[in-house]
């Protein structure tokens, strides 16, 4: 290759040129790069200082922070310390002025009882005795002033529930359902019925528990019992002893045995019935018969058994509007009232016990729901609660349809039963003598004579205690004893 001297540029190979541009330009490229990677690295190291900075501004505003939290917690701490102090003191003071006071009290005590020749002791017995008499006298003045003020008020409410009774035919209701009029074939009846010394007539009410009246009314005598299947069965015993003619207490028993059968039958078919005219099939037996035995119950003045038709018929058509499935709301409200036929056997209100025979002999639940739900006392949660609920208002709402005074006499007596049964060694209680009586039948191995006192005792003063009955109720307790042999 040569150049010559004060050549021009075109004799310079092409090449050459080339490869000189490029370096200048890799050399360029170089240049602007390390130039940015500098200004790069200065900016990071700016923020890098900004940051450092900033970190120790907030550590320095923290520990001020602390310095002036730590000044007031010594502030508090010097405040608690002198009130402290100044508690310490305050103590102190008390219980120096409490020891004067007490030497003080000490002083006066033995001041007055030199002045008054008698110790503490004896001051304090005198003031407790006139307390007492004062206290007593206050009393005898306060009780005479409340016993009459009690017959004052007393003879005034006995007035109007008397002019209410009258008023109301109370008497001639009840004597329809809790006094059943038998009618003799002769005058000559009653002697046999009563038996030679009244044994007849005392077989009969310890064997039925109800009580026979046998008064002036020509060739009738009376059936007494609030419970109207008891009397029924009685009744039944005692048309069977008059048409056989053969009274006596063996012969007694045998026909009560015999209609008591005859009487839980006929519950049989009247439960039977009761389903057929409800439309419901498909029921436990046992649920059948307790049914058909509400035919001589009634609820305030109220037959049972229909009350539990007319709710049933009430309920179907009620549930028919509302296009609801009328089977089980029939069903349910046939029985609602089911427990009134236990209730004197189990305890608890008469939903619950329905509610719970219901369940033990296989109802649908929705039907155990709707029978403890009619009274409110379980919240309803079904169709079927609410439209039983309804047709028992319904039914037992309507005018006419029920009289209280009944149902509160029932339940007097069948209270009045229950308090004599709770006692031990107890086999029979009966009310009688529309509940002026009670009539105690206690197991002699069990229950000796000065038990048998206690017995009518005790309930005597429980019956005083929880009921409320006018004049007065006598309590018998009777404890027989049997010896039986058989001659072969």
């Not at 008698?118 to 008499?133: G, I, N, V, Y």
């Not at 009376?222 to 008891?230: G, K, N």
């Amino acid at each position: 290759m040569r150049i010559s001297a004060g050549a021009g540029t075109d004799d310079v190979p092409v090449p050459i040129v080339g490869a000189g541009l490029a370096v200048l330009l890799v050399l360029a490229v170089l240049t602007v790069v390390i130039g940015w990677l500098r200004a790069a690295q200065r900016q990071a190291l700016a923020e890098a200082e900004r940051d450092c900075r900033r970190a120790e501004e907030q550590t320095g505003r923290q520990r001020a922070e602390l310095a002036r939290r730590e000044e007031i917690l010594a502030g508090e701490l010097r405040r608690l310390r002198h009130r402290e102090d100044e508690l310490a003191a305050r103590s102190a003071e008390l219980e120096r002025s409490r020891a004067e006071v007490e030497a003080l009290a000490a002083r006066r005590a033995e001041e007055l009882e030199r002045a008054a020749g008698l110790s503490a002791e004896q001051a304090h017995a005198q003031l407790l005795r006139e307390a007492e008499e004062s206290a007593r006298r206050e009393a005898a003045v306060t009780v005479r002033e409340i016993e009459r003020g009690a017959k004052e008020e007393g003879e005034r409410r006995a007035r109007d529930i008397l002019a209410g009774a009258i008023q109301r035919l109370a008497s001639e209701q009840t004597a329809e359902t809790a006094v059943t009029v038998f009618r003799l074939p002769g005058e000559d009846m009653k002697g046999r019925i009563i038996g030679r010394e009244g044994r007849n007539i005392r077989a009969f009410e310890a064997v039925t528990g109800v009580n026979l009246i046998i008064d002036d009314t020509p060739a009738s005598v009376q059936l007494s019992c609030f419970d109207p299947v008891r009397r029924e069965a009685a009744r039944l015993t005692l048309e069977q002893l008059v048409e056989d003619g053969r009274i006596q207490p063996s012969r007694i028993e045998h026909v009560h045995e015999r209609s008591r059968l005859e009487v839980e039958q006929r519950c049989v078919r009247a439960g039977e019935d009761a389903l057929l005219d409800a439309r419901v099939g498909g029921m436990h037996p046992e649920l059948v018969r307790t049914l058909g035995s509400l035919r001589y119950r009634s609820s305030y003045g109220q037959n049972v058994l229909g009350h539990l038709l007319e709710s049933a018929h009430l309920a179907g058509m009620m549930a028919a509007e509302l296009g609801v499935d009328p089977e089980p709301v029939r069903r349910a409200a046939l029985l609602h009232d089911i427990g009134k036929a236990l209730t004197h056997e189990a305890g608890g209100s008469h939903a619950a016990v329905g509610a719970d025979l219901a369940r033990r002999l296989g109802e649908d639940p929705e039907v155990v729901h709707a029978i403890a739900a009619h009274h409110g006392e379980v919240e309803p949660r079904t169709v079927t609660a609410v439209l039983t609920q309804a047709a028992d208002a319904c039914s037992g709402g309507r005018p006419g349809a029920r009289k209280e005074s009944l149902e509160l006499y029932v339940r007097r007596l069948a209270r009045l039963e229950e308090i004599a049964r709770s006692h031990p060694g107890v086999a029979e209680v009966y009310a009688m003598q529309a509940g002026r009586e009670v009539r105690v039948m206690v197991r002699p191995d069990a229950v000796d004579d000065l038990g048998a006192e206690l017995i009518a005792r005790e309930v005597a003063r429980q019956v005083s205690a929880e009921l409320t009955y006018p004049g007065q109720i006598r309590v018998t307790v009777v404890r027989e004893s049997r010896a039986t042999a058989v001659a072969g």
